[in-house]
């Protein structure tokens, strides 16, 4: 069995840092890369791998054949959860996605949601959709926003993609 150092890093979801660690990996001569939300383009992943790369929560791209993905139906998963709030009668709904201008995957998921809604006939009035980054502190303050002019008589759902 062969034994294998396990390097970590966090580029913060920039993408120059991202990029800057990648090639730093490429000139180390390691043995593989496990790429986990990546914020660069797909043109800026689809670069000549000499060792395997597996992107995860990235839906699949035109590559080369050192390139690999592991993901998650994002817009299915969206449309799912549409699906059971409807089920369970609610009429009204709230939606703080991540930053879909970003992220693909949160995009999808909206995307899910918000096609499933229409298709029972929901209207755009029956959703607030709020957007923010994938960090606790930006998810607090929306939801703090949110519950400050929250009407208790209106019964809301809401989904967090």
Do not use: W
Request: aromatic residues 12%; negative net charge.
């Amino acid at each position: 069995m062969k034994e294998y150092d396990i390097v970590f890093c966090n580029s913060d979801e920039d993408p120059k840092k991202e990029r800057r660690i990648l090639q730093t990996f490429l000139n180390s001569g390691i043995d593989g890369i496990i790429n986990i939300t990546s914020r660069l383009q797909d043109k800026d992943l689809n670069i000549k791998m000499p060792m395997p790369m597996v992107i995860v929560d990235r839906p699949h791209f035109d590559t080369n054949e050192n390139i690999f993905f592991v993901y998650a139906d994002n817009f299915l998963g969206g449309s799912l959860v549409a699906d059971h709030l409807v089920e369970e009668g609610y009429k009204k709904f709230i939606c703080i996605a991540g930053p879909v201008e970003k992220a693909p995957v949160a995009k999808k998921r909206l995307d899910g949601f918000r096609n499933k809604l229409f298709s029972y006939g929901f209207q755009d009035s029956d959703l607030e959709i709020h957007t923010c980054k994938f960090s606790f502190d930006d998810g607090f303050s929306v939801m703090s926003n949110i519950l400050e002019t929250y009407d208790k008589s209106e019964r809301k759902a809401a989904f967090v993609p």
